[in-house]
């Protein structure tokens, strides 16, 4: 029997992205959502372990974004950031749904989907851009975390409300993950802090991050919903605790390099990979359509908000709200095992969806620089 190659192959990808983000001063999920493209334009499909790690490491980035995001500056900019989040997510919204319905012929619901997956702002790409440039730690950089989160909330909220069928698990998930959270920060911080937990090479403390957000995936998937909202809430409680490790060897450092290694490169790759390059070529001025109605939405809903809210970097940060994958992935993921989108509508939104995190993202790091500012301290 031959062994299995493509985890290998894969396994190749992910160290080839991390030397080319280097060398061309690139995002390395660009990098990674690219290699996944490639990959699936040769015949490699993803295998169902490696579909599921992708889908964790999507949660994990959400953990991890909701961790950098600073309480108080929440709380400072609430109404500011509310105000630029509802227009980033309902002008797309409304842009994405009239263009496939009434101009591409789209069924109600096939443009339902496309609305609520264009109207997302990827926390996986947003998340990893800030990081590896150094912007999590400054103001700005966690003015963005606060907006993304804002704006996929409203996304996954809209896609509960229309299209998830609500049952006994779904309304166990929404109590059990109200009740830990209302607790999380006292509860997960002794666990944390346990002097025969803390600092252990076998790393306890990351191991109970890690199942309690499988616990998460556990009873989303029970009830029909999504564990986003809780895992960004759940980083958001640990935040405090997090933010007081300020060293190298602080649980943060520890669980980012674990995620970066492993879980995050499978997430880009494998959304790469699903892409159908025959069917994006033969429907592609509507491939190009959907995305120059995302982007110019995005910019409209964000870009005059951020100026005069939060006047610093305003292109770059519009080029990065900007952004789509994490949440419209799933969307979209979701609309086609649900019979809502057939396989070329699947291919062209997830097309859309990987073109907006790649385009966006390049311009901002290319031609629009963040300024120079001092950290947080």
């Not at 409203?154 to 229309?162: G, R």
């Amino acid at each position: 029997m031959e062994p299995d190659k493509i985890p290998l192959i894969v396994g190749a990808a992910i160290f080839l992205a991390s030397v080319v983000s280097l060398r061309i001063s690139a995002s390395v999920a660009i990098c990674e959502v690219v290699l996944g493209i490639i990959l699936g334009a040769a015949g490699m499909r993803p295998e169902n372990w490696m579909v599921y790690i992708a889908g964790f490491g999507g949660i994990v980035l959400t953990f991890l974004s909701g961790a950098e995001v600073d309480v108080k500056l929440l709380r400072e900019n609430f109404r500011q950031a509310a105000l630029l989040s509802f227009s980033s997510f309902l002008i797309p919204f409304i842009s994405g749904f009239l263009f496939c319905r009434y101009l591409a012929g789209w069924s109600p619901s096939a443009s339902l989907i496309t609305a609520i997956a264009l109207s997302e702002t990827s926390l996986a790409v947003v998340y990893s851009v800030l990081v590896e440039t150094g912007l999590s730690s400054r103001r700005m950089g966690k003015v963005l975390m606060v907006c993304t989160f804002l704006t996929n909330s409203l996304t996954a909220i809209s896609l509960s409300f229309v299209f998830l069928k609500p049952n006994l698990h779904t309304f166990i998930f929404i109590l059990v993950s109200a009740v830990f959270l209302i607790f999380a920060g006292r509860f997960s911080m002794r666990v944390i802090r346990d002097p025969v937990l803390a600092g252990k090479v076998i790393e306890p403390e990351i191991k109970y991050i890690f199942f309690v957000l499988l616990a998460f995936v556990y009873m989303a998937e029970l009830g029909g919903s999504q564990a986003i909202l809780p895992a960004f809430l759940f980083g958001l409680a640990m935040s405090r605790h997090f933010k007081s490790q300020r060293s190298t060897s602080g649980i943060k450092t520890r669980l980012r390099t674990v995620s970066y290694a492993f879980f995050t490169p499978f997430f880009f790759i494998v959304a790469g990979m699903k892409v159908s390059l025959p069917a994006l070529w033969t429907s592609f001025f509507l491939f190009l359509g959907i995305f120059v109605v995302k982007q110019l939405s995005k910019f409209t809903g964000v870009y005059f908000l951020m100026k005069k809210y939060f006047p610093g970097d305003v292109m770059h940060s519009t080029l990065l709200m900007s952004t789509g994958l994490t949440f419209g992935v799933m969307a979209v993921l979701f609309g086609f095992k649900a019979g809502y989108l057939n396989q070329s509508q699947y291919s062209i939104l997830t097309g859309v969806l990987i073109a907006s995190a790649i385009i966006p993202t390049f311009v901002a790091q290319k031609w629009f620089p963040p300024v120079e500012e001092e950290d947080i301290v």
